[in-house]
């Protein structure tokens, strides 16, 4: 028998909050924030183009991060919150 | 320490070693059992062991002081180590270091440590012979207790929070000291505005070391043409990530010695490698990250004769000299999505 320490310690908790669920998407604003990745992009595309013919929501566009691996920029993520409803991000390629 | 250890129903150490493997909580090499008595005597001197010095992702883990010394326990580390490892954890916790790209991305790359100024030779940090391999007690057991720390709170498990395709040899450990004996120029930890009798490490997210062989140039124009050569090899992220990065050149002391004794000053061959290491738009296009690419506004992308360099600007190539008798000097490759980061390592924690 031994004593010894688990390495991992605690965990900082994150707390975000979400909102409520739409009834009806028709006329909320879509966009995205692209992160370069090619098959991300392309999904993500698709998805809006998909939400604006289908459910009737309006398309703002693709927003695209300066590279992969770097966060959007506070202007980015502003705009972003400024002219959107819905957001999509791509992460994978 | 503020949480309680656990009992492991185990019979020697070398079961330890096993079970911690079992649990995921190694890196697959035998470790020092993190007993009570071992983790106090590694938190000797401490003055708040409950500290919290970075919370890392992708976990989200709260990296206090007590929960750093456990795992520099397993590392093997002398506990005067500590404070490198604090302060090496302190770098990385920084914004923009980006630790989170650094950890997740599928790309090779791991936290390098430099360590500066007198502690190098009080605890026997290496940047002589060698200095990226094995066989120094300090360098591989700091390096190796800030890998463990990554991993254990930091969830850098490869396949899981690390997504690292291959990874390197560095997710050991990763660490050295700059020559500063055989450095002809200021050391690294002065250009960043630091004392020279500061001691200081410095953090960079890199790939594994890529050779530079020059065992015929004997003037400075040569040596650091063949440098620039080894920066812009089209499958690194460097060359595509202009805006965000920067590129670090490890000069051995032998190389040094040709570049400054032909009266170049470090700013000189910051400014060389800026027009040396450039490839045509034309090149690029046939890049691994063509499209993917993050330039300056400023790049010219519309004539494929352009010459495009590897950094936004000069300051951005780090210059380090490392290593001991040779003439093989080393570039280290970024994710694109990191800077580098210095601080002082504390006198007392």
Redesign the interface.
């Known amino acids: ?14 707390v975000v909050a979400r909102p409520a669920y739409p009834a009806d998407l028709r006329g909320l604003r879509v966009g995205a924030i692209e992160n ?3 098959n991300a992009g392309f999904l993500i595309s698709g998805i809006i183009r998909h939400l604006a013919a289908e459910h009737g929501m309006v398309d703002t566009g693709v927003r695209r991060k ?6 959007a920029t506070v202007e980015m993520l502003d705009e972003t919150a400024r002219d959107c409803d819905l957001v999509l991000l791509g992460t994978a390629d | ?1 503020s ?1 309680a ?6 019979d020697d150490v070398d079961e ?1 070693s096993w079970e ?1 493997a079992r649990r995921g ?1 190694s890196d697959g090499l035998p470790i020092v ?4 008595e071992r ?1 106090a005597r590694m938190l000797a001197g401490v003055t708040d062991p409950e500290r919290l010095i970075a ?1 890392l992702p992708p ?6 002081i007590e ?1 750093i010394a ?2 520099a326990v ?1 590392a093997g580390c002398r506990p005067e180590y500590l404070r490198v490892v604090v302060a090496a954890l302190t770098a990385l916790g920084q914004p923009a270091f ?1 630790l ?2 650094i950890q ?2 599928t ?1 090779p790359a791991s936290p390098l440590l430099i360590v500066n100024g007198p502690i190098r030779q009080e605890l026997g940090v290496h940047g002589g012979s060698g200095c990226f391999g094995a066989g120094f007690l300090a360098n591989a057991t700091i390096g190796r207790a800030v890998r ?1 720390v990554l991993r ?2 930091g969830g850098g498990i490869p396949g899981s929070g690390d997504r690292a395709t291959h990874g390197h040899p560095g997710k050991y450990s990763y660490c050295i000291a700059e020559n500063e004996e055989e450095n002809p120029w200021q050391p690294l930890h002065v250009d960043r505005g630091f004392d020279a009798g500061a001691n200081t490490v410095t953090v960079i997210g890199c790939e594994a070391p890529h050779n530079i062989n020059n065992h015929v140039g004997d003037t400075a124009e040569h040596i650091l043409g063949t440098c620039a050569d080894g920066m812009i090899d089209l499958g690194t992220n460097n060359p595509f ?1 202009t ?2 990065t920067q590129m670090t050149l490890v000069l051995c002391p032998e190389h040094a010695a040709t570049v400054a004794g032909d009266g170049w000053s470090k700013d000189d061959v910051r400014k060389y490698l800026y027009e040396r290491a450039r490839r045509t738009l034309r090149e690029l296009k046939t890049g691994g990250l063509w ?4 330039w300056p506004n400023w790049y010219d992308v519309e004539h494929d004769d352009a010459r495009l360099p590897v950094v936004s600007d000069p300051s951005n190539f780090v210059i380090v000299v490392a290593g001991g008798e040779g003439k093989h000097s080393t570039v280290l490759p970024t ?3 990191t800077r580098s980061v210095t601080v002082e390592i504390p006198a007392l924690l």
């Open positions: 028998m031994i004593e010894v320490f688990d390495p991992r310690g605690e965990i900082e908790p994150i370069t990745k090619h300066d590279f992969s691996s770097v966060g | 320490m949480t250890p656990l009992t492991l129903d185990v330890v911690y909580w059992p993190p007993t009570p983790v919370v976990r989200n883990g709260r990296a206090t929960m456990v795992n397993m980006n989170r790209s997740a991305t790309h463990l254990n709170v990530a805006k965000t499209n993917m690419h993050s994710t694109g999505s």
